[in-house]
């Protein structure tokens, strides 16, 4: 048999790797998404001090460095047994709805929406940044630089640095804010809410005017039936920084709602000998292959998945926006991937609006920013929404606070099998009788995008942009086309 | 005149540096309009044989981030070597290892098997091999390497930006004294030629001489932002480390942990900030610490190895010996 040869690229980039294998007429028959890298945070973190996971565990990526520091310092809270100050617990809160619309605005206008804002058909040349602010004009182009700019300015007061902050910890965080700066990160909130408004705008416009999109979104390729997980508040609405997991049923029927210290019942890993992925599924239903359906355990994370799960959003425009946006699609829950970006924006908005609570209430001023820990500490598990998913820091520890068991479940994990999946079905409704168009790789490409993929997370690269290589053997196992960017 | 060619690449990073560099903003675009980027996998269509094209030394600098883990990441770099006038190591991971560094500590055998057969989610013991079969159809997996090396454990560098990720004032520093041609003596860390401590806010607060009786761990005690860390007794790495960063973890009321690498004429910052420690313990003025009083005090940090050498194992004298170690295994 021919020796499949892998691309230098891919090899060299450690990024993604899309395999496909065709039958005899010609037609799709396996198709595999591999990720080629592990950097190994579970083992080196073993013996170091537990107190410093929320500064070493953000360098798993550049991009979501604020998700892991504070599943981390969550995990921190429970080890120690102890609850953030009423204050401390706000600015955290403060920090990661910053995070939040910042990252989310990263993903819509330089990685998602050259997809739909140039559109799905543009050369690849034009389908990035460049092409959207063309699209858009400078001055929205200028106004989402300075947008993420004053958000991310938000987390730096903070956290030291918006690459990889530092304040976290457990009981607290080590540095509060003045009226001043409260009055600042205010004004900053009143224009993100109005930014995100703008931004849903665009994508009616641009989008749902454009019937050809809007079969895109709602049709065949890009549908999967499967649960859907995400946190929510006790009145079952979308929250990023704490709640209960909840998951639901393709059909939105509540599934499981537990306590993220239970997560071992739920949730189980299956791993495949061709990736250094793994890919989780209900444990309670189990892991059936890479398939859809309710007899499946395969379920999906992130801001659909995050809608789907909830009865809504706690914030007023939000709560409006999630409404319109289900009655558009057809009702709840909707199984649509490419839809993922159109409840990014809706999260968007849920986030500059919480921004604003949070931060017009004056008592954040207070110096009370730490208990601090009493208790031996023995295991702590932290959960958060990562922008990309569920993400679960999970530890143990000796007496002195030295860990000796580290479990991370990344958000990205949480759609690896859809993602796969969503890859080989776009491959098959676009592979026939053993032709391959150029556009294929376009819309191979869309159906994970959409997901928003952070392979830093996995591997190391900027979510959407990974230099992706597509291979396609006959067969007989023949290399017959390769498309690479 | 052309403009100058520029190539951005990574190896082993979280996406940090590279978010550092879109963090530029407006400046982004204007050092973009200077000069000519051939190649930065992360924002641009590329191709290596595009730079396998290029004459040799044709690209002015490559800016290479993230530390060397795997054959395949150490081929990129000598290709980019041999094609740039000049190599900049770009943030901690490819100045001293950065976090990634201290996997080496643990051998690779041991990481997959925690790591796909101890880990509690785990449904089964399957671990992801290098060649495997599904459904009959070879795939293919590139090998996990069994040490980080630093960018100059592994090619010629010769200037270095620190940080992780390295901040906007650093880079631009960086970038203009190319585009100007005004280029330091190689081997220069574009920073400051100064320790943390030197230029730490918190410095004036720092007593001439004073003495640790005991060691605190930052979530232990709640720290007096108007006092320097090591007089607190928080383990702070601004003694052995150089300035430049703005003292951002400072500025957050925590201690540094040394991202910037060693300070100035410094070559092993763990050792460094051992014997700094060593010095300040808690013992009268004119007496010397005893080994004994020295160990006593090692012993009540958990984790001096991750602590001491949290970004710079692999290029310290620890991570030395590891990497001989490893060049006994091959030979
Ligand atoms: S030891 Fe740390 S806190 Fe103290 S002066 Fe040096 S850098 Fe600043
Ligand atoms: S204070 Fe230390 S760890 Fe923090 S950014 Fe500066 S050099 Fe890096």
Redesign the interface.
Known sequence: ?K??T?D??T????HGKI?I?LDDKGNV??A?L?I?????F????????A??MP??T??????C?TAHHMASTKA?DDL?KIEPTETARKIREIIYCAFMVEDHALHFYFLGSPDFIVGPGAP??SRNILGVIEKVGLETGKRV?EMR?RL?SIITF??????????G???GV??GLDENERKNIEGIARDAIDFAKFSLDAFRNIVLKNEEYVKLITGDIYRHRTYYMGLVDKNNKVNFYDGKIRVVNPDGREFAKFDVKDF?DH??????????V?F?YLKKIG?KGFTDGEKSGVYRVAPLARLNASDGMATEYADKEHDAMFKTLGGKPSHHTLAFHWARLVEMLYAAERLLELSSDKSITSKDL?N??ERKPEEGIGVVEAPRGTLIHHYRTDE???LNYV?L?VATYGNAAAISMSITKAAENLIKKGQVSDEILNKVEMAFRAYDPCM?CAT???PG?M?LTLNI?DHE?HLIKKLS? | MSKPKVAFY?C?????????VV?L??DLLQVAEKVDIVFW???L????SDVEKLSDRSIAVSFIN?AI??R??E??VRLLRKKSAYVAAFGSCAHIG???G??N??AKE??LK???ED??????R????PL????G??????E?CEYVRTLDQTIDVDYYIPG??P?ADIILKGLTAFLKGELPPKGTVFASDKSLCDTCPLRDKKPDKFSIKELK???????DPEKCFLSEGIICLGPATRSGCGE???????PC?GCFGPSPRVYDQGAKILSAIASLLGIDEEEIASEEDVSRLIDSI??PV??FY?YSLPASNLGDKRRNDEQKDNS
């Open positions: 048999m020796k499949i892998i230098p690229i090899r060299l980039e450690g395999e294998f028959k396996n595999y591999q080629p890298e592990l950097r190994g579970e083992v080196f973190s073993l013996g170091r001090a107190e410093e500064r070493i953000p360098k798993i990526c550049g991009v460095p921190l120690y690849a040349g630089i700019k991310r903070f956290g030291g640095r918006v690459i990889h902050p530092v304040c910890l457990p009981g080590s540095k071992g949730i189980a890993e299956h791993k495949e000998e061709w990736s250094y793994k989780p892991w730490r601090l820990p002195r606070g030295v479990n479940l830093a190391h690269s900027l942009q230099p053997y196992r960017r | 990574w082993a990073s979280c996406g940090g540096c590279e978010e550092a963090d903003n407006e996998p992360v924002a269509d590329f191709k290596r993230g883990r795997t395949e990441q081929e990129m950065g976090i990634p201290l996997g500590q643990f041991k990481l925690l790591i796909y880990l509690e989610t785990n449904d089964d399957t671990v992801p091999k495997s079969k599904a459904d159809n070879e795939l293919e997996i590139p996990i992780c990720a901040p761990r930052p979530h232990e005690v709640i720290h951002r973890c400072i500025n957050a009321n925590m942990r958990p984790d991750g602590l949290m």
